[in-house]
């Protein structure tokens, strides 16, 4: 059965992009608190408060509770080191030097989802660590360049898995990128590596995210007894990145963007950074 994908309107489309900026503005506003000595719960406490006092939208993480799962305690996810995804914020993770750590904001406002998240380094990076976050950005954005009508789900798949082959990275199987508007897991499910079983053409108006975890060991996860904390079975570094893409006519837009938003590679050829002067 073939997934229903929503093709969004150009009114809904315009309420993602504002939704998308504001989840892209509170990566911009944390920026200069990830730094070494914070604890990620008061970064989650900044980000909460920001969402609701500055941007006047919800955290759309802090009680989401998917079929089988606890709710999701806090508002952001900050995933340090070997955490691959949904590490939960606490008062007693303190930010080292050395350390890489992915923030994982959702917000919901006017009904409508914003999902990104970034990679940041504290202090001196460590060669590893440093290789790694690059890997996972240019991971993420080989996928995005495969988005056009005619191509299909799996060409970002494709893409992602050719791009963390050479280079001798693996990538997680079991979480991926999803469909997003109205709701914040919509049809499809992104896989970032290549399936056997046929996936959907895109068309414009579509809308998901891209969001490749990788691994600088394998691509094996365990998940921690709090229900929520997915880890490299391995102990092996994790990172990732995650934008929204829109699919246009001519190939594709990038919904989750500000200022901070940092340059894509150099060989991307299908989107520019907006100049927000
Ligand atoms: N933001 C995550 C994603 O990219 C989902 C987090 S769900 C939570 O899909 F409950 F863990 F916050
Ligand atoms: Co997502
Ligand atoms: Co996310």
Known sequence: MAPKITIHTPE????????????????????????????????????????????????????????GMTPYPRSTCISVNHVICHGIPSEKKILKNGDIVNI?????????????????????????????????????????EAVRPGNTFNDIGIACKRYCDALGLSIVHEYGGHGIGRVFHAEPHVSHV????PTARFEPGMIFTVEPMVNAGRRHLTMLNDGWTVVTKDKSLSAQWELEVLVTETGYDILTVSEGTPEPPEWVKGWKKPSFA
């Open 104 to 144: 994982d904001v959702t917000i919901v406002k006017d009904g409508f989802f914003g999902d990104n998240s970034r990679m940041f380094i504290i202090g001196k990076p460590t060669v590893a660590g440093s290789r790694l976050v690059q890997a996972a950005f240019g991971c993420m954005w080989s996928g995005i």
């Open 12 to 67: 809904e489309i315009e309420a993602m992009r504002r939704v998308g900026r504001l989840s892209s503005q509170l990566l911009d506003y944390i920026t200069p608190f990830v730094k070494a000595g914070v604890s990620t719960l008061e970064l989650d406490n900044l980000m909460d408060a920001y969402t609701e006092n500055v941007l006047g939208a919800k955290s759309a993480c802090k009680g989401y509770t998917p079929e």
């Open 194 to 197: 290549p399936l056997s079983i």
